[in-house]
């Protein structure tokens, strides 16, 4: 609703503002949030908007609530569907799309998520199902047909798969992808030519698509062609450098050219990315005692036998490096393990007669040695043989003969990517150079571990110092995802300070409640509920800068939804930035200063922008987010040496997100 302020209207036209003040005692003494209950589109929108903040968790309680309300409709179930789905709650999920499909079995997209669920609970012959199903009402959508032919080669049925394949490749001969899944199912039919044939194909439509060049890689690597399937996962890498998957198999590659520096840091990088990454440790490990490193090679394989401790493998390894180091007890304790499985182990039985012997106990070497004479073994069976190319075994291989033999994936699988608009949207929409959200008020204390900051503003301790403990407000610029106990508390307390406002004594009495409701609200992510009582308040009380503020915050995150939904927002946006002027003219302080700048921003007015963010450091040099925006603000506009300075200072303060960009434009 659009209010307009009293001190607007010259003197002759003031009989018309009678309608907006007693608008304005209705709207202070109905309870809304009863009216809320009922208002099904309204709770909708709200669940939606959670949604786009990603608290599906709050979401699922406005659904909960539209569902109660109105049981008969398919979208709250729908939606409620798509909140689980994030929450990895795949089974609920789908029982809720199946709700849906009851009450209307004509919305492609309800199918296509409940495969996504089956997908997930690898129920691949449900998940085709759902896809034949889609694919009646959408046949076109070339998402569904990529995502059926994974199901099927989940299925093995690949010769359906194939059909699936030709028929896309006649609607869409120019997609990259398609000639990519071509070649993994030929791949999988052992026809490794056709297969490279058609990896070629999609690389030539599309080369910069990095998981094309890694299948491009499977195929040289199972043809042992090491040189080529390094090229290729150089390029796959260059496109998708936080892969761990590639770097361990460069490294193999690498390793069969007796490139061991290189493979050494291939390790090292995937582990940097997938620290618990068995193959990375094991063959890491493999690789540091080839070089002499026995000590890390052992912390390596320390790691292995935490992931499995009852791989003989790296227990034998880890028995011959501590045998080297100078540790016999603890070497014998692993031989003793492997050679209780393995009982004619000739080699591990040498091995723990020598650390027997080094030990004194001449018995227990004597035991030893006379069973491996006794089968008239070579005493060659005792020495450690170096690595060589070639030599490697799949990782299910348990022959520990083998020991010293790098461990390769048993199938080189390609990583398989669902099509959808559900699964990484909202997840990875503020993922790399995103600007800090605005500063708001909340019920909520922002939590941090590392940094200890706080956010003062004299007005709002003057509100907190007549509020209980569990009530105060505070200056926040991350909302923190409430819990289903947190959410019910919450909506708990809109509903005990509805019935305060109903029962308010004075106006000032209730716009101080009015306040505090729309603050609550805010928390709840009902910004509709919250910019309405800020919008009451303000006609009572303009010279609150806080009321202001929080209006101005409120619309922000509300167009951000409704921009996402497609609606224009530009006039809306306007008004945000009228009312945090309107606040900053009534108290300036650093937090308007750089909700203001993000505004400015937001709309690519950088000059405008950079000027409020060092307005907000002017005010508080401690304010790591105004750092750290101005700095993107300063990249956005080519200024990178005053942008990597300010983010700089921005990780200095404890926002360390900064140095991973810091990190980017130097490369």
Not at 426 to 438: A, E, F, L, T
Not at 454 to 466: E, G, L, P, Q, R
Not at 491 to 502: A, V
Not at 612 to 633: F, H, K, P, V
Request: glycine share 4%; with cysteine.
């Amino acid at each position: 609703m659009a209010w307009v302020s009293i001190k607007r209207f010259p003197r002759s036209k003031r009989l018309t503002v009678l309608l907006p003040f007693y608008l304005f005692n209705f709207l202070l003494f109905t309870p809304l949030t009863t009216y809320a209950q009922f208002n099904t589109e309204r709770l909708l929108t709200m669940g939606r908007a959670s949604l786009y903040y990603d608290d599906y968790v709050l979401g699922i309680q406005y659904f909960n609530q539209a569902i109660t309300a109105k049981p008969y409709l398919f979208e709250p179930w729908y939606f409620r569907a798509v909140a689980k789905y994030y929450l990895d709650d795949f089974s609920g999920a789908e029982n809720d799309c199946s709700e849906a499909i009851k009450r209307n079995p004509y919305v492609v997209g309800t199918y296509e998520l409940r495969g996504l669920c089956r997908i997930q609970q690898k129920n691949y012959d449900m998940a085709v199902s759902d896809y034949d199903s889609a694919l009646r009402y959408a046949p076109e959508n070339i998402n569904l047909w990529h995502n059926r032919v994974l199901c099927r080669i989940q299925q093995k049925n690949y010769e359906q798969a194939m059909a699936d394949l030709d028929s896309m490749k006649i609607k869409w001969s120019k997609n990259a992808t398609i000639y990519a899944l071509r070649s993994e199912v030929l791949l999988l039919q052992k026809d490794t030519v056709q297969a490279l044939e058609a990896i070629d194909k999609s690389l030539e439509l599309d080369a910069y698509n990095g998981r094309a060049w890694a299948q491009r890689a499977i195929i040289s690597l199972a043809q042992e062609e090491w040189k080529s399937a390094e090229a290729s996962l150089d390029k796959a890498i260059h496109l998708l450098p936080r892969e761990a998957g590639l770097y361990i198999n460069r490294a193999l590659a690498r390793f069969n050219q007796s490139n061991l520096r290189g493979a050494m840091a291939d390790y090292d990088t995937a582990l940097d990315y997938e620290p618990n990454n068995f193959l990375g440790h094991y063959n890491r490990g493999l690789l540091r005692a080839q070089v002499g490193d026995d000590n890390r090679a052992i912390t390596d394989f320390d790691f292995v036998l935490k992931l499995e401790p009852d791989n003989l493998m790296a227990l034998y390894n880890r028995a011959l490096l501590l045998e080297q180091t100078g540790n016999p007890r603890a070497a014998i304790r692993d031989y003793s393990k492997v050679i209780s499985e393995y009982p004619n182990f000739w080699a591990g039985l040498h091995q723990r007669a020598q650390c027997y012997r080094k030990l004194g106990m001449t018995k227990q070497a004597e035991l030893d040695e006379f069973r491996i004479l006794k089968a008239q073994l070579d005493k060659r069976f005792g020495r450690q043989p170096r690595l060589s190319p070639k030599q490697m075994r799949k990782r299910s291989d348990e022959d520990i003969e083998k020991y010293n033999q790098l461990a390769v994936a048993d199938e080189q699988e390609m990583e398989h990517e669902y099509q959808s608009d559900y699964r990484g949207r909202v997840q990875n929409r503020r993922v790399g150079m995103d600007y800090m959200p605005m500063y708001m008020l909340s019920n909520d204390r922002q939590q941090d571990a590392v940094r200890h900051y706080v956010a003062y503003d004299n007005h709002v301790d003057n509100i907190n110092s007549s509020l209980p403990a569990d009530h105060k407000i505070y200056i926040v610029c991350n909302q923190s995802t409430l819990s289903e106990a947190a959410t019910r508390k919450y909506f708990e307390y809109i509903d005990t300070l509805t019935l305060q406002i109903d029962h308010s004594r004075s106006t000032q009495q209730a716009i101080t409640l009015l306040l505090r409701r729309a603050v609550a609200y805010s928390v709840i992510q009902n910004y509709e509920s919250a910019i309405e009582d800020l919008s009451t308040f303000i006609m009572s009380d303009s010279t609150s800068s806080l009321a202001f503020w929080q209006r101005a915050v409120c619309q922000s995150r509300f167009n951000d939804f409704n921009a996402a939904q497609g609606t224009d927002v530009k006039l809306k946006t306007a008004s945000v930035l009228c009312d945090l002027t309107q606040a900053i003219n009534i108290s300036p302080n650093a937090y308007l200063y750089y909700n203001r700048g993000n505004v400015y921003a937001a709309r690519n007015d950088y000059a405008h922008a950079i000027d409020d963010y060092t307005r907000a450091i002017e005010a508080d040099s401690s304010l790591a987010e105004a750092y750290y925006n101005r700095g993107l603000t300063y990249l956005a506009s080519k200024q990178q040496d005053k942008g990597i300075s300010d983010l700089s200072k921005a990780g200095e303060l404890g926002l360390f997100t900064a140095y991973s960009i810091i990190k980017k434009q130097r490369k």
